[in-house]
């Protein structure tokens, strides 16, 4: 069985600055990956960065980045630079033989 | 952004009315899920496909049905629709091989009155 827990329902940053996703999970798989997908309000959801978890460096895309602790079962998202087109509603996922997805961060970010 | 299409986007109808909510895409994709969002709530799935013929029921107990008769094509029927149906649907597809990553279609807003 694989759970996803996402500590932090609401955030709110300033734009141009940096804020930090938390998520923590649980599987017993031993091959998996971990995601994170953004779902900005009444739009769909897409992917935003992805981790595979037999790979010790973190994944990157542009202002993205995640800082993954393999043992700790942590996987955070950074989001640098914030901007306005950032706000939404954010799910950690992990798979193994299906993808699980957490409670969501709703993630605002303010001019 | 992927080709992942959902019809209708919101859908407003009364109670004990048959609804079907089609998902379709054009990527190939061998896997399809269904997933049930309340606003500003985590996803649950409910139902999901690894092929032609072939459907499973997801970790939410759910009274719709699906059905996957062609690989591009995963409607979800509601035989009689209640007001406890009321919620978002959305529909993902992922590749038979590789990590798992889905794409998800745009979601149906389904009202029941």
């Known amino acids: 069985a694989q759970t996803v827990t996402q500590s932090q329902p609401e955030m709110s940053v300033q734009e141009a600055e940096t804020v930090t996703l938390s998520c923590t999970y649980d599987?017993?798989?031993?091959?998996?990956?971990l995601f994170w997908y953004k779902q900005p309000p009444s739009r769909q959801m897409i992917l935003v960065i992805r981790?595979?978890?037999?790979?010790?460096q973190n994944a990157t895309e542009n202002r993205f980045s995640v800082n993954f602790q393999k043992a700790a079962k942590s996987f955070s998202l950074k989001i640098s630079d914030s901007q306005l087109g950032d706000t939404a509603m954010y799910f950690c996922?992990?798979?193994?033989?299906?993808?699980?997805f957490g409670e969501g961060t709703q993630l605002t970010v303010n001019p | 952004e992927a080709d992942i299409y959902q019809t209708p986007r919101y859908l407003v109808i009364g109670t004990g009315k048959k609804i079907t909510l089609e998902c379709s895409q054009t990527m190939g994709h061998d896997k399809m899920y269904w997933y049930q969002q309340d606003p500003g709530m985590e996803l649950h799935l409910i139902h999901y496909s690894y092929g032609v013929n072939s459907t499973e029921k997801g970790d939410l107990s759910s009274e719709s049905t699906v059905s996957r008769i062609r690989t591009e094509h995963f409607p979800l029927t509601l035989e009689s629709a209640r007001p406890s149906h009321t919620s978002q649907y959305l529909c993902?597809?992922?590749?038979?091989?590789?990590?798992?990553?889905?794409?998800f279609g745009p979601g149906t807003r389904l009202l029941v009155l």
């Open positions: 993902a597809s992922s590749e038979e091989a590789g990590p798992e990553t889905q794409y």
């Open positions: 996922a992990t798979s193994g033989s299906r993808l699980t």
């Open positions: 599987t017993s798989e031993s091959n998996y990956y």
């Open positions: 981790q595979e978890a037999y790979k010790q």
